[in-house]
């Protein structure tokens, strides 16, 4: 006889659209070996630079007396290493006049489990009955976020404006006529830049989301994983934002330590002091090894030099080429247009009027050895929305070798063509 789930094991147990997803790109990586394009993850490129710093750190590390002991042997606090903290807080008030202390910053297991933490705590079903939801301005969204539901649905989404730029470009914006706010919103909630899409809220659309936060006595959280100051994955100039209305989060993946698990959240303390209970209860506490890698380069400030001089060029060149490459391969008078690249490690691309839905595509890519990301797992919060839209879109990750990157837009292009076609 099957053992029974509760409410929680129902919603994180069962599988998601997106675990199953990623599941069929591994099996098809471990079948198809090198033939396989890899355009569909979310991985960080290996920078020459950013790998020697590391090294370096290793070294640095392993030579000084009881360091790494500490590292590999000591138990830190929930909270996070003192000394990583106060460096973190440190350096953003010096470059930007935040009143930080060690106290607002807390570590955790990778962002995905920041987010768990503050989804879960702030919204979900209350004591007295009623339930709240983390509401999604502009979706499309992080799909990390969509499974996280510690029980039944957790947001509600927002449509955005289309913006049309030229004959193949467009960007989304938040519509703040449409924008709803009303006693089910919990937290409002943004990436910045957005995964899948690489669009950057402008500063007076974060101002403005901030005021209606704070308007309505509602966190404002924002998602930095790849933002500023580091790793700064960012095309166009933005100002940093912190105040006690606001739930910041930092990641150490992007910087090029994935394999470290290190999320960072930014906040009032009550927020920190929920954050460092629920670690306390859920894994008792966090990895070392990222936080004692990254704290003198925060103490010295040389990761925003790193940031700024090796992270951010080189993926605006990657980025840069991956347009080529679809200015190269796909047909100019098909209907496809690509979103206003401002940052992140993707370009998400919308066929209008597409034959086929986006996951159809995926298939058909896949048969022919290309994993990209269908763009309906990125649309969750409007599931009573019927939008065409969300079955027109693809994510492309462009971290990869040139030589990988060029093959699989070609195979794309055909593809795309092929389904207009009907063939």
Known sequence: MPWELSEFGQGLCTGSGIGELMEDLGAALTAGGERIRMLGGGQPAHIPEIDAVWRQ???????????LERMLGDYEGP??????????????SREFGWELGPENVAVTAGGQTAFFFLFNSLAGRFADGRRKKILLPLVPEYIGYASQSAGGELFRGAKPRLEMIGNHEFKYRVDFDSLEINDEVAAICVSRPTNPTGNVLTDNEIGHLAELAAEH???LIIDNAYGAPFPNIIFSEVTPVWNENIILTQSLSKTGLPGTRTGIVIAREEVIRWVTSMTSIVGLSNTNAGQAIMQPLLENGEILRLSDEVIQPFYRIKSDQARSLVEEHFDPSLPWRIHKREGALFLWLWFEDLPITSLELYERLKARDVLVVPGNYFFYGLEDEHWPHRNECLRISFTMSGEVVGEGFRIIGEEVKKAYEGR
């Open 79 to 92: 909270a996070g290493n003192h000394g990583f903290r106060a460096a973190l807080a440190g350096l953003f």
């Open 217 to 219: 006595a509602i966190p």
């Open 57 to 67: 750190r290793m070294k640095e590390i392993m030579g000084a007396e009881g360091e």
